[in-house]
C-alpha cells in the first residue's frame, strides 16, 4: 500500500515534469529574443580591450575583434602631447548607443594629454578597418592601424 503510494507520486512527477517540457523548449528562444532586444552595448558583458597612444604609435596597431561582441575600448594616452584615435568607417559602422556615440564625434577620439577614454562598442561585420592619428604628421610618424573584425 505505501509503496504503491510511493510509485503514483514517482508516475505524478513523471507527468508534471512532461508537462513542463514544452516550457523548458521555449526558454532558449525566448533568451535569444531577450538578447537580440538588449543589443544597445552596455559595459556589463563587454570585453576590455586597452589601446594605448604615444609619440608615434598605437599599441596594438592591430585589434583584433569578433563580429557582435561587445567591447570597451579603453583608450590611453601616455603621452603628454594631444593624438586622436580615428576610424570613421569602424565607428559608423559598429553599434554604439546614443550617449556613448558622442564621444565618437565625427568617427574619432580625441585623447589630450595624458588622458582616458573608453568607448563601448558591438563590433559590426567582419572585416577590415583602418585607423589613425589626425595630427599633423603623426600618422607619417607611425601612428595608424588597423581594426580586424572576425
Ligand atoms: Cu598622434
Request: with cysteine; proline share 5%; net charge neutral.
Amino acid at each position: 500500500m505505501h509503496e504503491n503510494g510511493r510509485a503514483r507520486e514517482f508516475v505524478r512527477k513523471i507527468t508534471a515534469l512532461r508537462r513542463l517540457a514544452p516550457w523548458a523548449a521555449l526558454v532558449p528562444s525566448g533568451f535569444a529574443a531577450t538578447l537580440a532586444a538588449a543589443q544597445v552595448p552596455t559595459t556589463a558583458d563587454a570585453t576590455k580591450i586597452d589601446v594605448t597612444l604615444s609619440s608615434f604609435r598605437f599599441d596594438p596597431d592591430e585589434i583584433v575583434l569578433v563580429h557582435g561582441h561587445r567591447y570597451v575600448l579603453h583608450f590611453v594616452n601616455a603621452s603628454s602631447g594631444g593624438h586622436d584615435f580615428v576610424a570613421k568607417d569602424f565607428f559608423s559602422a559598429a553599434t554604439i548607443a546614443p550617449d556613448e556615440r558622442q564621444k565618437v564625434g565625427k568617427g574619432e577620439v580625441e585623447l589630450k594629454g595624458n588622458a582616458q577614454a573608453d568607448v563601448v562598442v558591438t563590433a559590426p561585420a567582419p572585416g577590415t578597418y583602418e585607423f589613425h592619428c589626425s595630427h599633423f604628421m603623426h600618422e607619417s610618424f607611425g601612428m595608424k592601424g588597423r581594426i580586424v573584425v572576425q
